[in-house]
């Protein structure tokens, strides 16, 4: 069908290495810094420590096999473009469908983590931070919707005010890190770590989503190695210095470990420490989830552009050059899923893992097809093959919340296998 007047032919090109580096660390370090340290810490007390140490190392692999894929062949999917052009339409359209499982058990999951932060310093009931999740998430998707200049002009802005904050409050708790902290290592035995590191991947999950904008670079070749290289480097150095402090200062012991950052600013600043902090959690959770919309959408806009979703969802608006359709059906499931949580009373732990299942079930995925389609020698080319075995170690830890993400998973299959190609 031929375009009418003012109508655009395909996504624009506008990302550089500046917009890649911030929407790298906000899709990486955004969500996973406030909650997970917490949550791991009282998985396996100091001996998680080890677990985010493996996974600051391993998250190099990832992140070198989605960047290189993408400078390699760039377009609009990311993993699911890598699975379409490895292993056809069965396994690209189970790939599509875990993206979504990814991003609808994890958006909701993340932004009732903002909320708790809220209720933190101000009397929040349950029901309110179920609105404060759904204001995030509508926020996110109507800065979307506008374009993804947009979007990533908001994510460097972002960015700077994280790392400042991040910083300050590690360099400010530092003082009152304690060696006592740190003993007994192994408080619930060295299985504890298996599960902490379940938990922890979710915190480096994110390095797969610019390669789903990747069709969107102006100099993809050039611009992928830069920006993956400082993303890796500053990411997990913060990682590190806030898992630390989180351990050394006994922060996690108080909220059910979801709100460690908040404990440590109050321990240092007082009430305002953590009424300042609560307020900043919102602010990242909201650059995280931006950051998230902007790949899930051209997910799903790659996807039904093949068939493998309905059709309908392939649509680019003209004056926008975003995806509108997919990203309006993403939301739209979204908020279901917020309203389920709340139904149900999933806590966000057990939400954080469910959605790890989907994710590093696509992790397998795309590291197979950097096995399969890279041709990098020497140590280059092991690296696709250390992330698939971290992801497949992932898997068992995950436990029977794994079993959120499989039905979905063969759903997929069937769909693409099936009816993808009609």
Do not use: C
């Amino acid at each position: 069908m031929a375009e009418g007047p003012g109508e655009v032919s395909g996504l624009r090109k506008v990302i550089t290495v500046r917009h890649a580096v911030a929407i790298y660390i906000s899709s990486v370090l955004g969500a996973g810094i406030l909650v997970i340290p917490g949550l791991a810490a009282r998985t396996a007390g100091p001996a998680s420590l080890l677990a985010w140490a493996f996974l600051s190392v391993a998250s190099y692999p990832f992140a070198f096999t989605f960047s290189s894929l993408s400078a390699r062949k760039p377009e609009s999917g990311g993993i699911y473009s890598f699975a379409k052009e490895s292993f056809g339409r069965g396994i690209s359209s189970m790939t599509a469908w875990l993206f979504v499982a990814w991003v609808v058990l994890g958006a909701p999951a993340i932004t009732l983590a903002a909320g708790s932060y809220l209720a933190y310093a101000f009397p929040i009931s349950g029901p309110e931070v179920f609105v404060v999740a759904a204001g995030i998430l509508l926020s996110a998707y109507g800065v979307n919707l506008r374009g993804i200049r947009l979007s990533g002009r908001v994510q460097v802005a972002m960015v700077v005010a994280m790392v400042g904050i991040l910083s300050l409050g590690v360099v400010a708790s530092s003082p009152r890190v304690s060696a006592s902290n740190f003993s007994p290592l192994f408080p619930d035995g060295f299985a504890s770590v298996g599960v902490a590191s379940a938990l922890i991947v979710w915190s480096y999950l994110g390095y797969e989503n610019v390669s789903n904008i990747a069709e969107e670079f102006k100099d993809p070749k050039r611009d992928f190695g830069r920006s993956v290289t400082f993303s890796v480097v500053l990411i997990s150095a913060l990682y590190m210095a806030v898992a630390f402090t989180v351990v050394g200062t006994g922060a996690y012991a108080s909220g059910g470990g979801v709100t460690p950052f908040a404990e440590m600013m109050s321990n240092v600043f007082g009430t305002y420490g953590g009424v300042a902090v609560s307020i900043l959690a919102v602010i990242i959770i909201f650059s995280t989830v931006n950051a998230y919309t902007a790949g899930m959408g051209r997910v799903v806009y790659a996807a039904a552009s093949d068939g493998n979703l309905p059709r309908f969802l392939a649509k680019v608006d003209p004056k926008s050059g975003v995806p509108r359709r997919a990203l309006l059906a993403l939301l739209a499931m979204i908020m279901v899923s917020l309203t389920v949580y709340y139904l149900a009373g999933v806590d966000v732990q057990s939400a954080f893992l469910a959605t790890s299942g989907a994710a590093v079930l696509t992790y397998v995925v795309g590291s197979a097809s950097g096995i399969r389609l890279l041709s990098a020698r020497g140590v280059r080319r092991v690296l696709p093959w250390v992330s698939l075995l971290v992801s497949v170690i992932t898997l068992p830890f995950i436990g029977p919340l794994l079993a959120a993400s499989l039905p979905v998973a063969v759903a997929g299959f069937i769909y693409g296998h099936f009816r993808g190609g009609r």
